[in-house]
């Protein structure tokens, strides 16, 4: 019988995706759980960045005294100082090649992780979790959503520690040198506070548009190539080729906004902290003057600026990665969130079942079209053992009683019972391993012609293998190919004819040995 294909692909509407907010924004942090494996790891990076910061911070404080050897107020000659540069820039070093092998460790392994999780939980999805997302969006999730998650976990989220560490260690020692100094170069802070939660709205709200759009490029991509056939039939590539590059010409312009937003914050800070500097040059020219702190104080604090300076310009491009992510959190998480129809990690029960089939009072509208009802009160029995037909007109129902027999919808009206007992109280699992079904538009996995038969028992032999290939009349084609049962079929069996895809699928029905076929 066929497989039906009712209830097409349908994408969520932007407006019908989560909004970002507080609760989502807690929700996206929740992800971090999938580090907890590698906390040990993450730890170990942690304090080589502190290293990496401490060390970095040295550098201001090493060309101070170097300014003080000059002048001849320092304890130590220019040898002993150059020496301790050269330490330090070691030191440096190898505390950066430490910080970043750490967190590649942990953002890899976990990147890896999230990935295999969200396959999971495509896999396991019902058959309506697919007639409700489209194949391009949800490849979209587990590659570039994902990515970012990874590169924040990698590079920003250690980043963004470094340069606030670096601000407060910073700030630390430049009161330290002068707090009537550090007060002066502090009065611009509220407006570049203001500034970072303004520019850091517009381009997290953007970002998202963003991968949105990205998305929607990868359906076309996805729905073309899968169509190919289709597509050269019709000759319609130029229609294709201008649908991609209107989508992806649609988020090129969003990516530039979001970039000229970040370009504008970051020129903000720019211009307002490093304008700052020339005038914490002027006031802190009058303190030497006044004899308040000595000419190398002030070099030491003008590089505490800079550093500090560069800091916060940082974090402003930072911030706005950090908002980008959260947008590509929700995402994955939004698919988390749905439920499961099949338990993976529970091993399967070997009960087999008779196959006596009976469909009482049965009735079914598809969730996507739930106005039409395609079964109106459908009753029959199958007695085990027997081959029955159904027969009707296109869109009678016949690939629909089928679906509802393997349980691809759950809801609808009335029993269908197998063996007396209901399926809706079967395990999905348990009730799928023993029926097979041959679908009239076969799909085959791009692997070998052993392989796809063998999909239908995991495990089994050649000879088994072979065995089901003559019993579906498909040996004589197998054995004229050069290399037999391992010929590659090519994505979704391109490289064989209709009906020797046909004929594969049957011999893989045959070999899983259903009670139900």
Known sequence: MAKGRHGAGVDLAPEDKKKLSKDGLKKAIALFKFTLPYKNTYIIGMLFLVFSTVTTMVFPLLIGEMTKVMEGKSLYNINQVAIFFAVILVAQGIFSFFRVYFFSIVSEKTAADIRKVVYDKFITSPISFFENNRIGDLMSRITSDVSAIQSVLSTTLAEFFRQVATLVIGLAMLVYISCKLTLFMLATFPIIVIAALVFGKYIRTISKKVQEKLAEANVIVEESLQSVSIVKAFTNEKLESKRFSKSVAES???????????????????????????????????????????????????????????????????????????????????????????????????????????????????????DVEVLKGINFEIEAGKKIALVGHSGAGKSTIVQLLMKFYPDFQGKILIDGQDIKNQDVTFLRQNIAIVPQEVILFGGTIFENIAYGKPGATLEEVESAAKKANSIEFIEKFPDKFDTIVGDRGIKLSGGQRQRIAIARAILKDPAIL
Not at 258 to 280: D, H, N
Not at 330 to 353: D, G, H, Q, T, Y
């Open 252 to 370: 090129v312009t969003l990516a530039l906004k979001a970039a000229t937003l970040r370009g504008g914050f970051i020129t903000f800070f720019i211009i307002g902290l490093f304008g700052g500097i020339v005038l914490v040059i002027w006031f802190g020219g009058n303190l030497v003057i006044e004899k308040e702190i000595l000419i190398a104080d002030l070099i030491t604090f003008l590089t505490l600026t800079i550093f500090i300076g560069g800091s916060m310009s940082g974090l402003g491009d930072l911030y706005a990665q950090l908002q980008r992510t959260v947008g590509a959190s929700e995402r994955i998480l939004e698919i988390l969130e749905e439920k499961s129809e099949v338990n993976i990690e529970k091993e399967k029960v070997l009960n087999p079942i008779e196959g006596n089939i009976s469909f009482k009072n049965v009735k079914f509208s598809y969730p996507s079209r739930k």
